[in-house]
């Protein structure tokens, strides 16, 4: 089946820091692949996101390339703030040619925690 | 635009008793809906989804179920709730399959 792996954390850093949160994955055919955040007593929002490899999801200063060679798609922000300190969850939504496309895989997540 | 409604937003119920927690969303018509379970540990597990009033698919054996009495309203029951019921629950919907799902703000269940 599909899974997804990615660094549990927690993340602690310093305003400005650079950020690299690493995500890889296990999958049949083509997924597609997601990067989630969840601040704190919130639902997920969607933050960015890839459909094919090579694809860079990017958003608000994150971004992820879609690695099938390596099968990841590590989140980057060169210069994180505060306001980012939340949980990061990699996901993947499956091809169709096993039936997981209805479904999200996520990892466990990522705390992460900026200090000013 | 497209928006996801849960409610409540918090709620406190006793072992034994029943649930019923309704999910609407405006603004689309047949999307796949979802509803998920998130432990204290973080991670998120699927519960069911549908893809059309009336077909749900159970991923989680449990003492829960799920509904879709219309097109964009899922509910999630229970008939007696257990202490391990206890978790933050999440809503979710895409427009088709392998796109982003869209999540609401949760419910946050606590048994006592």
């Known amino acids: 089946g599909n899974s997804v792996t990615q660094m549990e954390g927690p993340v602690t850093l310093s305003e400005e820091a650079f950020l690299t949160i690493n995500c890889t994955y296990t999958?049949?055919?083509?997924?597609?692949l997601f990067w989630y955040v969840q601040y704190p007593g919130e639902g997920l929002q969607l933050l960015l996101k890839a459909t094919k490899a090579d694809d860079k999801g990017s958003n608000k200063g994150f971004e992820a390339t879609y690695r099938k060679e390596t099968t990841s798609f590590h989140l980057e922000k060169g210069s994180v703030q505060v306001s980012d300190s939340a949980v990061y969850f990699c996901?993947?939504?499956?091809?169709?040619?096993?039936?997981?496309?209805?479904?999200?895989?996520f990892g466990k997540g990522t705390l992460l925690t900026v200090n000013p | 635009s497209q928006t996801i409604h849960q409610w409540p937003a918090t709620l406190v119920q006793p072992v034994g008793s029943p649930l019923s927690l309704e999910c609407t969303v405006e603004?689309?018509?047949?999307?796949?809906l979802y509803w998920y379970r998130q432990a204290a540990g973080r991670g998120l597990q699927l519960l069911f989804y549908?893809?059309?009033?009336?077909?749900i698919s159970s991923e989680v054996p449990q003492n829960l179920s799920a509904s879709r009495p219309q097109d964009r309203q899922f509910i999630l029951s229970s008939k007696k709730l257990l202490l391990s019921d206890s978790g933050f629950y999440l809503c979710?919907?895409?427009?088709?399959?392998?796109?982003?799902?869209?999540f609401g703000d949760g419910t946050r269940l606590s048994i006592l």
């Open positions: 999958a049949t055919g083509y997924p597609s």
């Open positions: 996901a993947l939504s499956g091809d169709l040619i096993d039936g997981s496309n209805y479904k999200l895989t």
């Open positions: 549908s893809v059309g009033i009336g077909q």
């Open positions: 979710a919907w895409s427009s088709y399959s392998n796109q982003p799902q869209h």
């Open positions: 603004g689309t018509s047949n999307p796949n």
